[in-house]
């Protein structure tokens, strides 16, 4: 019996792991992995397709070649702060292009936080007002869906023609590309919203108005931050869309430019920039809605 005891209370040896079981490497290790492993498939496929036989140019422009392109950012900055004007003579400088990216990349930023603020406090507000509000949904529920459903790309050019500031059509069409898609993500949050906490509110007396912005309104702020953060993305995308008709500055522009002038390394290295640029502002909304709605973890 102690023999049995023995055997039975033994701890089972470890079992071996094999090299390539991802579950002993930590998140972070696993994000440098496909990191590198974008970057060897880059370099790979760009060494592969090699160069255009019309152009000469590099069809996909390899790691080193995109980022040697950074100096061409000198091209726009209109000089000052110890970086002279390349179009009134003076040389590419690293600094000169420092300033060049630093400028146009926060033209594109305001651009981008004016538009996306302006359709969230919209798109929001005014699904909130239709989901509670028979009347205004009655007005506005019509409109809103018909301009769902217009392709939003091909407004740019009227934007374009509607307003001399076209800085302004910038921002009004990037609100309007966010303002669709959180009116969406407003009307779905509403109906998931718990119907036992409106009728509790309500057995304690409380009026609808209450109900709804004191109950339904904090109830459906936790709902809204995969909507959020996808209108972060396409205003991105609207941005850059923008830029491309009657812009001075900002990375559409650039990009419109190198296109004209077959800068494919110049193309990729604004892309990677505003792929980078974007990922710190999806880091940043995640971590600042966290904490806003910390109350519902």
């Not at 028979?134 to 301009?147: E, I, K, N, T």
């Not at 609100?175 to 959180?182: G, K, Q």
């Not at 702020?221 to 900002?250: D, V, Y």
């Given at each position: 019996?102690?023999?049995?005891?023995?055997?039975?209370?033994?701890?089972?040896?470890?079992?071996?792991?094999?090299?390539?079981?991802?579950?002993?490497?930590?998140?972070?290790?696993?994000?440098?992995?496909?990191?590198?492993?974008?970057?060897?498939?880059?370099?790979?496929?760009?060494?592969?397709?090699?160069?255009?036989?019309?152009?000469?140019?590099?069809?996909?422009?390899?790691?080193?070649?995109?980022?040697?392109?950074?100096?061409?950012?000198?091209?726009?900055?209109?000089?000052?702060?110890?970086?002279?004007?390349?179009?009134?003579?003076?040389?590419?400088?690293?600094?000169?292009?420092?300033?060049?990216?630093?400028?146009?990349?926060?033209?594109?930023?305001?651009?981008?936080?004016?538009?996306?603020?302006?359709?969230?406090?919209?798109g929001v507000?005014?699904?909130?007002?239709?989901?509670?509000?028979?009347?205004?949904?009655?007005?506005?529920?019509?409109?809103?869906?018909?301009?769902r459903m217009?392709?939003?790309?091909?407004?740019?050019?009227?934007?374009?023609?509607?307003?001399?500031?076209?800085?302004?059509?910038?921002?009004?069409?990037?609100?309007?590309?966010?303002?669709?898609?959180?009116?969406?993500?407003?009307?779905?949050?509403?109906?998931?919203?718990?119907?036992?906490?409106?009728?509790?509110?309500?057995?304690?007396?409380?009026?609808?108005?209450?109900?709804?912005?004191?109950?339904?309104?904090?109830?459906?702020?936790?709902?809204?931050?995969?909507?959020?953060?996808?209108?972060?993305?396409?205003?991105?995308?609207?941005?850059?869309?923008?830029?491309?008709?009657?812009?001075?500055?900002?990375?559409?522009?650039?990009?419109?430019?190198?296109?004209e002038f077959?800068?494919?390394?110049?193309?990729?290295?604004?892309?990677?920039?505003?792929?980078?640029?974007?990922?710190?502002?999806?880091?940043?909304?995640?971590?600042?809605?966290?904490?806003?709605?910390?109350?519902?973890?």
């Amino acid at each position: 019996m102690a023999g049995i005891r023995t055997t039975i209370g033994a701890s089972k040896p470890p079992q071996e792991r094999h090299w390539l079981d991802f579950r002993v490497l930590s998140p972070r290790s696993l994000t440098l992995i496909s990191f590198l492993s974008v970057l060897v498939i880059w370099e790979g496929v760009a060494r592969t397709l090699g160069t255009s036989k019309a152009t000469g140019a590099s069809i996909l422009p390899d790691i080193t070649t995109t980022l040697s392109a950074f100096v061409a950012y000198s091209n726009y900055w209109a000089g000052g702060l110890g970086a002279g004007d390349t179009r009134m003579g003076f040389d590419e400088t690293l600094w000169g292009a420092t300033l060049g990216l630093t400028y146009n990349l926060g033209a594109t930023l305001l651009r981008l936080v004016n538009g996306l603020a302006i359709g969230l406090v919209l798109g929001v507000g005014i699904g909130f007002l239709v989901s509670w509000s028979g009347l205004v949904r009655s007005v506005l529920a019509f409109p809103v869906h018909f301009l769902r459903m217009m392709p939003l790309l091909a407004l740019i050019p009227l934007f374009a023609m509607w307003f001399r500031d076209k800085n302004t059509g910038s921002i009004l069409f990037i609100a309007i590309a966010v303002f669709v898609l959180m009116f969406a993500a407003t009307l779905n949050a509403v109906r998931n919203v718990s119907p036992y906490q409106s009728q509790f509110a309500r057995s304690l007396g409380a009026s609808e108005l209450f109900v709804y912005f004191r109950v339904v309104f904090p109830g459906i702020l936790p709902e809204l931050r995969s909507g959020i953060l996808l209108s972060l993305g396409f205003s991105w995308n609207a941005t850059l869309a923008s830029e491309f008709l009657g812009q001075h500055n900002g990375l559409g522009v650039i990009v419109m430019n190198a296109q004209e002038f077959g800068r494919m390394d110049l193309i990729m290295l604004s892309a990677v920039i505003c792929i980078f640029s974007a990922s710190l502002s999806f880091v940043f909304a995640g971590r600042l809605f966290s904490w806003l709605v910390r109350w519902a973890e």
